[in-house]
């Protein structure tokens, strides 16, 4: 697993509905369709708003993903159900990561309830540190978040960074920010991370329900 794309959207209004069934739909397009999308997850935020983090094995699987039927759909009805439309609510949205380091789930399929991103950028000069904790990470979460199902951390550019983790159910996600990985993000944030702990790392938490998922 060597690449994610992440995009965040919103409904139009009074489109919500239709919206959450278009994604659903969409994961079992995936799961039938897309053998290099590795995982892909519809999400939902508190404040209404929508995204989708999906992951695979290298550049051709991404491009494969967005020559593929889900998209293709997408964009067909993203006039009527995307704030913004296809170009400016979607494609403009888009961000395309690398992935560093990753814990997968024991069972592929195994249902996730909800899932968390945190971007991060690195302070000057302090890129390569902040990689390597996170790419450190991963056999930490493996060995003592049973309750983190997928943890990833990712590269944007050369000094923006992210995570995105699933988790079984509410408990699962206070389990890992109590963890031994929060744990060490939070005493090195202030020489790490642009804004410290406060407002480079939980003022930039995403907390999202899975409202649709496939996974190989």
Same mark, same amino acid.
């Given at each position: 697993?060597?690449?994610?794309?992440?995009?965040?959207?919103?409904?139009?209004?009074?489109?919500?509905k239709?919206?959450?069934?278009?994604?659903?739909?969409?994961?079992?397009?995936?799961?039938?369709?897309?053998?290099?999308?590795?995982?892909?997850?519809?999400?939902?935020?508190?404040?209404g708003?929508?995204?989708?983090?999906?992951?695979?094995?290298?550049?051709?699987?991404?491009?494969?993903?967005?020559?593929?039927? $889900?998209?293709?759909?997408?964009?067909?009805?993203?006039?009527?159900?995307?704030?913004?439309?296809?170009?400016?609510?979607v494609?403009?949205?888009?961000?395309?990561?690398?992935?560093?380091?990753?814990?997968?789930?024991?069972?592929?399929l195994?249902?996730?309830?909800s899932?968390?991103?945190?971007?991060?950028?690195?302070?000057?000069?302090?890129?390569?540190?902040?990689?390597?904790?996170?790419i450190?990470?991963?056999?930490?979460?493996?060995?003592?978040?049973?309750?983190?199902?997928?943890?990833?951390?990712?590269?944007?550019?050369?000094?923006?960074?992210?995570?995105?983790?699933?988790?079984?159910?509410?408990?699962?996600?206070?389990?890992?920010?109590?963890?031994? $990985?929060?744990?060490?993000?939070?005493?090195?944030?202030?020489?790490?991370? $642009?804004?410290?702990?406060?407002?480079? $790392?939980?003022?930039?938490?995403?907390?999202?329900?899975?409202?649709?998922?496939?996974?190989?």
């Open positions: 697993m060597k690449e994610a794309s992440y995009i965040p959207f919103e409904a139009k209004s009074g489109q919500d239709e919206l959450t069934a278009f994604l659903k739909e969409g994961a079992t397009l995936v799961a039938q369709t897309e053998p290099n999308t590795l995982y892909w997850y519809a999400l939902k935020k508190n404040d708003s929508f995204g989708i983090f999906d992951f695979f094995p290298n550049e051709a699987g991404r491009s494969e993903h967005f020559a593929g039927k $889900v998209a293709a759909a997408l964009n067909t009805n993203a006039d009527t159900l995307v704030e913004h439309g296809w170009d400016k609510g494609v403009a949205n888009i961000s395309n990561f690398s992935v560093l380091s990753y814990k997968k789930p024991d069972t592929d195994e249902n996730a309830t899932a968390t991103y945190i971007l991060l950028k690195a302070h000057p000069g302090k890129e390569q540190e902040l990689q390597q904790l996170l450190g990470a991963a056999s930490v979460v493996a060995e003592t978040e049973p309750k983190t199902l997928l943890w990833t951390s990712l590269k944007l550019d050369s000094n923006t960074f992210g995570i995105f983790d699933t988790f079984t159910d509410e408990s699962g996600r206070e389990a890992h920010f109590a963890g031994k $990985v929060a744990g060490a993000l939070k005493a090195q944030a202030d020489d790490l991370v $642009v804004g410290g702990w406060d407002n480079g $790392v939980l003022n930039n938490i995403h907390n999202f329900e899975i409202i649709a998922e496939a996974g190989k």
